[in-house]
Nanobody
Framework: QVQLVESGGGSVQTGGSLRLSCAAS????????MGWFRQAQGKEREAVAS???????NYADSVKGRFTVSRDIAQNTLSLQMNSLKPEDTAMYYC??????????????????WGQGTQVTVSS
C-alpha cells in the first residue's frame, strides 16, 4: 500500500521560509515521478513543482526562483524548500506520485497517489 505523508507546514510572515517534506512508503521514489500541488481556499488545486526519476525539475511560474524541489533517495523523501513566501502562497500543499512519468507534469490526473496535505499560511 502506497502512502505519502506530508509535514513541515505552518504559519510564517511574508518573506519567511518553510521546508515541506513528503515521506513515501510502498513506493521507491528513485523510480517515481513526484510532484507538489497546492489548493487555496475557494480555488482549484494547482501544480507547484515536480521532479522526475532523473531529477529534472519543473516549476509553476509563480514560484520559480523561490521554491526548490528535491528528493532524498536514502530517506525515500520528497522535499519542497519555500523561500520568500508571500500571502498568495497560503494553501494546503499536497505531495503526489506516479510511476508513469508524463510530460504534462502539471496535470493532476497524471498522478496516481496523493498525500493528505499540510497547511501553509503566510501572513502579511
Amino acid at each position: 500500500q502506497v502512502q505519502l505523508v506530508e509535514s513541515g507546514g505552518g504559519s510564517v510572515q511574508t518573506g519567511g521560509s518553510l521546508r515541506l517534506s513528503c515521506a513515501a512508503s510502498g513506493i521507491t521514489i528513485r523510480w517515481t515521478c513526484m510532484g507538489w500541488f497546492r489548493q487555496a481556499q475557494g480555488k482549484e488545486r494547482e501544480a507547484v513543482a515536480s521532479i522526475t526519476t532523473v531529477e529534472s525539475t519543473n516549476y509553476a511560474d509563480s514560484v520559480k526562483g523561490r521554491f526548490t524541489v528535491s528528493r532524498d533517495i536514502a530517506q525515500n523523501t520528497l522535499s519542497l524548500q519555500m523561500n520568500s513566501l508571500k500571502p498568495e502562497d497560503t494553501a494546503m500543499y499536497y505531495c503526489a506520485a506516479t510511476p508513469w512519468c508524463q510530460t504534462l507534469w502539471f496535470r493532476e490526473a497524471n498522478y496516481n497517489y496523493w498525500g493528505q496535505g499540510t497547511q501553509v499560511t503566510v501572513s502579511s
